[in-house]
């Protein structure tokens, strides 16, 4: 199992561009959610998806739209990129019962 | 509101015991969980306790959980070179819709 992947790895963007993040999980979990992580403030949480087709806000959802294509992925985009929007984004799958989440690798982007 | 706090560094020499401590704000969390974060890597679970235990011991690791206090903590013995890391601690609460808060996360710095 790969568990968690996420695409790409890196990305330099210019204020106003957009780009999309992909995600994806082969743990077959109902679940996912996307994060930011900023130095200092922990992980927040931008939107999550509770089962395939649904999708919420979490608490930064502002500047981003997300898509649960399937049960498999779950892909972020910035339709208009800010440097504010500089940050490691994660994507995690939670395993139910436990509420275990498991993270992907990251993505850091920079927003110049 | 809720809210999940940690100190910010620790640093232990090689083979003594670490101890990372976190507060938290909610009595209605169900787990709690530690993850570890590597330098330039998604979160990775390291255990997780049941709000309903005191402890769990999972080879080098211990959990201690103080209801009461609001109190989690992660004691690592021996700790090697390998255990430096960012350690967050989050707990799934079962009156949020998207349930999981994160600390800030503790730096460890392991001194050989």
């Known amino acids: 199992n790969a568990g968690v992947t996420q695409t790409p790895k890196f990305q330099v963007l210019k204020t106003g561009q957009s780009m999309t993040l992909q995600c994806a999980q082969d743990?077959?979990?109902?679940?996912m959610y996307w994060y930011r992580q900023d130095p200092g403030m922990g992980l927040r949480l931008i939107y999550y998806?509770?089962?395939?087709?649904?999708?919420d806000k979490g608490e930064v959802p502002n500047g981003y739209n997300v898509s649960r294509l399937n049960k498999r992925e779950f892909s972020l985009r910035l339709e208009s990129a800010a440097p504010s929007q500089t940050s490691v984004y994660f994507c995690?799958?939670?395993?139910?019962?436990?509420?275990?989440?498991?993270f992907g690798p990251g993505t850091r982007l920079t927003v110049l | 509101g809720e809210d999940v706090e940690q100190s910010l560094f620790l640093s232990v020499r090689e083979g003594d015991s670490s101890v990372i401590n976190c507060t938290y704000t909610d009595s209605s969390s169900t787990y709690l969980y530690w993850y570890k974060q590597e330098p330039g890597a998604g979160l990775q679970l390291l255990t997780y306790?049941?709000?309903?235990?005191d402890m769990k011991q999972d080879q080098r690791l211990t959990v201690l959980l103080n209801k009461k206090d609001k109190h989690l903590s992660l004691r690592i013995a021996d700790t090697q070179t390998g255990d430096s890391a960012i350690y967050f601690c989050?707990?799934?609460?079962?009156?949020?819709?998207?349930?999981?808060?994160f600390g800030t996360g503790t730096r460890l710095k392991v001194l050989a």
């Open positions: 998806s509770a089962s395939e087709g649904t999708t």
């Open positions: 995690a799958s939670i395993q139910g019962g436990t509420d275990t989440q498991y």
């Open positions: 743990m077959n979990h109902n679940s």
């Open positions: 306790i049941f709000s309903n235990m």
């Open positions: 989050a707990e799934s609460i079962v009156t949020m819709p998207y349930k999981y808060i």
